[in-house]
């Protein structure tokens, strides 16, 4: 957008762009139809629907082949962003370029490289310690996840003007990630399974302990979601805009439809899961050929 007011172009994304549109007099949009979009829904827990929300995420994500299996944390507090506006409108710029590098081709048509198959579900959080901080459960292949670690430093330093801490003794990691941890014996797979399940759980347990499951969940329509996910509730802070999310360009239900064919898997699989087993982090459960077979 461009800010006549200061005569200054406008990137959305920067933490610029909700200033102009607060302060300047007259803002002129480079899209038809764009308006300036700010969050206002303040929320101090994950609703019932953030829960299915996640859930089926995390259900296509393995149907398609793309367990989570990557968990990154951010503190923009750390950072030095302070605003709920301004961390919404970091995380989702993060996004775009996580998507992009995901998608980047070599120029050269002899060493063309396919995309990167990058998914993620994401959860902002607040605590004493961090502050305001977004948590990145993903599917990154193996061989590409030190450079992903390269791009998200990157763009944190950039985007932020600040260097990344070294968190030694009481320092607060800006950036820090872990994978599975591969037992003697145990199966990648098994691995994968397990780490996924303890990060899943761990993302949703700022659950709303008041909320109900919907009919959506028939096999537990109107328990506690807390009871129905077996977790323990505990207090995430209030959180302006939105608190989560995926990425809706392969793990979208519409992305899902599109993709899904391949796999011989029905568009509604994983809603026809969750209604039949309910809210279950079984390693059977999530197990590629058990979801596939479920569905028929």
Not at 222 to 239: E, H, T
């Amino acid at each position: 957008l461009h800010c006549r007011t200061h005569d200054h172009i406008v990137t959305y994304g920067k933490p610029t762009y909700f200033k102009a549109i607060e302060t300047c007099r007259l803002v002129r949009f480079g899209g038809r139809g764009l308006r300036p979009r700010r969050a206002t829904r303040q929320t101090s827990a994950l609703s019932a629907n953030d829960a299915i929300k996640l859930y089926l995420a995390m259900l296509r994500a393995n149907l398609l082949g793309l367990p989570l299996t990557y968990f990154a944390t951010i503190s923009w507090t750390t950072l030095g962003l302070r605003e709920d506006a301004e961390i919404q409108a970091a995380s989702q710029a993060l996004m775009t370029r996580i998507r992009e590098w995901s998608t980047r081709k070599r120029d050269s048509a002899a060493d063309a490289l396919p995309p990167h198959s990058v998914a993620w579900i994401w959860c902002h959080e607040r605590g004493p310690r961090l502050g305001l901080h977004t948590h990145f459960l993903m599917h990154v292949p193996p061989r590409h996840r030190a450079r992903l670690g390269k791009v998200i430093c990157r763009f944190l330093e950039g985007y932020t003007g600040q260097p990344l801490g070294a968190g030694v003794g009481d320092t607060v990691h800006a950036f820090k990630a872990i994978e599975p941890s591969y037992r003697s014996g145990s199966t990648s797979e098994a691995t994968a399974l397990r780490f996924q399940r303890r990060l899943m759980r761990y993302m949703l347990k700022g659950i709303d302990p008041r909320g109900l499951t919907p009919g959506s969940v028939s096999r537990h329509v109107g328990q506690p979601i807390s009871r129905a996910l077996r977790i323990a509730p505990r207090d995430q802070g209030s959180i302006v805009g939105k608190r989560c999310g995926y990425s809706v360009h392969n793990l979208g239900r519409a992305a899902f439809a599109e993709h899904r064919i391949g796999r011989r898997l029905g568009a509604a699989t994983a809603e026809s899961l969750l209604d039949q087993r309910g809210f279950t982090f079984d390693a059977e459960a999530l197990h590629l050929h058990h979801l596939a077979g479920l569905s028929h």
